[in-house]
């Protein structure tokens, strides 16, 4: 057997992709409303462009960015502006959200297509990129112009397309890649061409063997693209540990992939710049996961931006009785909800819906009997153990001596805790006590 | 719609929202069950009264630690399965023919002075069975050093008083000890199956690789302290154990007896006593072999490894602080400094 490649360390949770692997990419009704947050990225967060009572159309920018790391909200129905104010977000905090009540028409302004879009030059790709509002689609959603604008100093040669979706339960990036592959190696193609890079890889692990397939038939032709079977290991799709699998590089502490001449992309987002570019699409859907034991029908959806996740659960059946918790997101990373009545943004990957067979509660945890397990998968090649100790004993200038901010949060640590600490949480709460 | 996420009173708390089947319980049960082949020989070789000496073990220590928490207030954690292997491990570690509050005084000296008064499990400095093992080796020295002769079939119920393999070797070299047993494969055969005299659960070196092969494959312990251990105990037998100068012991009669399997594989392998990173570990393992051969070959004890074990575990914390794991990204950093 050939060896696969990956980084080191990392877990193997139960992946459970079977509930919504096999599913087809299908749209989402029409919303009636939407409540699009001005800031659904990292950065500065748009300013609304609009007022109470604006009729606005499908594709018309309502929110504009605020400097260079942000990025435009578009409005993804049409309709009339009912409301500007805070609402609840994914990420549990509330955030300014402009509220448009659908006419129903869904009439789009026109979008200024580009059929010969390989002969654009690298700033116009750039320039349609940030107009189109185009964020990372894998979760963390840094404005995706942004990371293709490396200073100057930075040489980059290689970009990396990731599709490892190491996050159990979701699908969304499987499902594209089976059904779009074509259009997500145009993507990358864009994105080479804009940092002007000769080399292109696709990372995606092996439990996806259709779309290792289609991504392969995709990229004939193309001498400069690679697709790499990555070993199915969470977080095999960080990014630190995409490029170790697929270039071997080692992206230095407290660095940037660009550090090691690298950017990577998600391929929702290699799609949406290949749609934005070619059509002049703005990015105003994704495709979301709705999976889990608690919920009816697990699918993959195309969703409008802003579109409700009751909505979209509704659409998906329903809730099960035995439903505990809905998180935003994959099981590992993702966001546990306290209401449904938040907006699908351009990060959500998903919407997981565990029931009670599938939840472990971490109330009840014990002291740490410093059985090294955390150690032993920490892909950071931390010491977790100590760092959940420091920070529940308050000793937080101890946690950061000890490399506290070169943890990303995957959890592999609290996963295989056999005390179930919660160790992302202690350490969370360590970083909110200490400057970087 | 708010009222239905109330109707299903969702859960929030913070990633990750799935976790693994490992539990403390699950491999502290796991290790109990791994000694059961050294159990299951001890009383073979030592008759009724090896169960009774265990037996009363883990009585001791289970109802100790429970009798402790109730009276504080504090949830009881003897479901855990660690009080009863501190007792198992105990009474593994007794000499076959001690009268009844001995167990009992070891087992309450492990669980409430060791593990209880400093926090519990996960806070204790030192292995609880090790100190509880030495606290009753220097207050009753003569009790805790009467050796009964194997037996075999279950039944001795008053055998005869005898040496052990490290004792003989100690007082009388090791041609003597070889004539004891016949010829060397036979001192090899008998150690190796634990026909011969020593604490309850550390003769039989079979029984003992047969528990740790489990451990081993459910990864609950690594092949760093044992291998280091054993391999250092071995390399200074052969270098040091010899009659004839340098280089001229026997690595595998020192590896075989008294109780190095036993603690290499079991107890110096505890998680809250020995270091957590690897590295570390094979550094502990190192230091328990070098002292537990000085104790032997110059030390006034016979056998050293309680002790070395024990010395070791002082450092534990120290080991681990010295031995960083390489973290993700360091390389690229150090040759930046330098720079």
Redesign the interface.
């Known amino acids: 057997m050939s060896k696969t490649a990956t980084f080191?360390r990392g877990?193997h949770?139960?992946y459970r992709k079977e509930l919504a692997a096999g599913k087809s990419i299908t749209q989402a009704n029409l919303p009636q409303r939407i409540v699009v947050p001005v800031s659904q990225h990292i950065g500065a967060p748009a300013k609304p462009e609009v007022n109470i009572g604006d009729e606005v159309k499908r594709g018309q920018v309502i929110g504009s960015t605020t400097g260079f790391v942000s990025s435009p909200v578009h409005s993804s129905i049409s309709g009339k502006v009912t409301a500007i104010a805070d609402f609840p977000t994914s990420v549990g905090k509330m955030v300014q959200s402009i509220v448009i009540e659908s006419d129903g028409k869904d009439e789009a302004i026109s979008f200024k297509e580009h059929p010969d879009y390989m002969n654009l030059s690298a700033d116009e790709i750039k320039t349609i990129i940030k107009d189109a509002g185009i964020v990372g689609m894998g979760g963390a959603a840094f404005p995706t112009n942004v990371k293709l604008s490396p200073p100057k100093e930075k040489t980059i040669d290689t970009v990396i397309i990731n599709g490892a979706e190491c996050e159990?339960y979701l699908t969304a990036d499987h499902r594209l890649m089976v059904e779009h592959p074509r259009e997500v190696v145009e993507g990358l193609k864009i994105i080479m061409k804009s940092l002007g890079v000769k080399e292109g890889h696709i990372g995606i692990e092996e439990n996806k063997p259709d779309a290792i397939k289609a991504m392969e038939s995709a990229i004939s032709g193309e001498a400069n693209i690679k697709v790499w079977p990555l070993e199915i290991k969470y977080p095999q799709g960080a990014e630190?540990m995409l490029i170790?699998a697929v270039k071997g590089r080692?992206?230095?502490?407290?660095?940037l992939p660009m550090?090691?001449g690298v950017v990577v992309q998600n391929v929702g987002t290699a799609l949406a710049v290949y749609e934005a570019v070619r059509f002049g699409k703005p990015l105003l859907e994704r495709v979301v996961t709705v999976t889990g034991n608690g919920i009816r029908e697990p699918k993959n959806m195309m969703v409008r931006i802003g579109t409700?996740m009751?909505d979209v659960i509704e659409q998906c059946g329903g809730?099960v009785d035995g439903?505990?918790?809905?998180?935003s997101g994959g099981?590992?990373?993702?966001?546990?909800?306290?209401?449904?009545?938040v907006p699908v943004v351009k990060g959500t990957s998903g919407i997981?819906v565990?029931a009670e067979d599938?939840?472990?509660?971490?109330d009840q945890y014990?002291?740490?009997?410093?059985?090294?397990?955390c150690?032993?998968v920490c892909?950071?090649?931390?010491?977790p153990?100590?760092l959940s100790i420091y920070s529940e004993k308050g000793f937080y200038e101890d946690a950061k001596a000890n490399?506290l901010f070169?943890c990303f949060?995957c959890?592999s640590c609290?996963?295989?805790?056999?005390?179930?600490r919660?160790m992302?949480?202690f350490i969370?709460l360590a970083k909110s006590q200490v400057k970087p | 719609m708010a009222t239905e996420a109330k109707a299903h009173e969702l859960i929030v708390s913070v990633s990750p929202h799935v976790r693994g089947q490992e539990t403390v319980a699950r491999i502290m049960w796991t290790v109990n069950l791994s000694l059961l082949p050294a159990f299951i020989m001890s009383v073979y070789y030592f008759g009724p009264l090896a169960a009774f000496v265990t037996g009363l073990c883990i009585l001791s220590a289970v109802l100790s630690e429970h009798i402790y928490q109730t009276s504080l207030k504090k949830k009881s954690t003897i479901g855990d399965g660690s009080a009863f292997l501190t007792g198992l491990l105990l009474g593994l570690n007794l000499p076959p023919s001690v009268p009844f509050y001995i167990p009992i005084v070891g087992s309450v000296i492990a669980i409430v002075i060791t593990k209880l008064l400093f926090g519990g499990l996960g806070y204790n400095v030192f292995n609880p069975a090790l100190i509880g093992r030495a606290f009753l080796l220097i207050s009753f020295p003569k009790l805790m050093t009467i050796w009964s002769e194997p037996t075999a079939q279950f039944v001795a119920m008053d055998a005869k008083t005898t040496a052990t393999p490290l004792g003989v070797l100690k007082e009388e070299g090791l041609a003597k000890l070889i004539e004891i047993f016949g010829d060397k494969t036979d001192l090899y055969m008998s150690l190796l199956m634990g026909s011969r005299a020593g604490s309850l659960g550390e003769t039989s070196a079979i029984a003992l690789l047969i528990g740790a092969a489990l451990l081993l494959y459910r990864g609950y312990i690594t092949w760093h302290i044992p291998f280091s251990f054993i391999a250092t105990v071995g390399v200074m037998a052969w270098a040091f154990g010899g009659q004839a100068g340098l280089f001229t012991g026997d690595p595998l009669i020192h590896i075989l007896s008294g109780g190095l399997i036993l603690g290499a594989f079991f107890m110096a392998t505890d998680y809250v006593t020995c270091p957590s990173i690897r590295k570390g570990q094979i550094i502990f393992g190192i230091g328990c072999g070098a002292i537990t051969m000085m104790i032997r070959l110059k030390g006034g004890f016979p056998e050293g490894v309680m002790f070395a074990i024990l010395l070791m575990n002082c450092f534990a914390p120290l080991i681990d602080r010295g031995v960083k794991s390489k973290k993700f990204g360091a390389v690229k950093e150090q040759k930046e400094q330098k720079k």
Do not use: H
């Not at chain 1, 599938?358 to 971490?362: A, K, P, R």
């Open positions: 080191e877990i949770p139960k159990p630190k170790k080692e992206v230095p502490s407290k660095g550090d090691v409700l009751s809730l439903a505990v918790k809905v998180i099981p590992m990373m993702g966001f546990a909800q306290w209401t449904l009545d997981l565990l599938e939840y472990v509660s971490s014990s002291a740490c009997i410093r059985c090294g397990s150690i032993d892909p950071m090649g931390l010491n153990s100590i490399n070169d949060e959890g609290a996963y295989v805790c056999p005390a179930k919660p992302v949480q969370r």
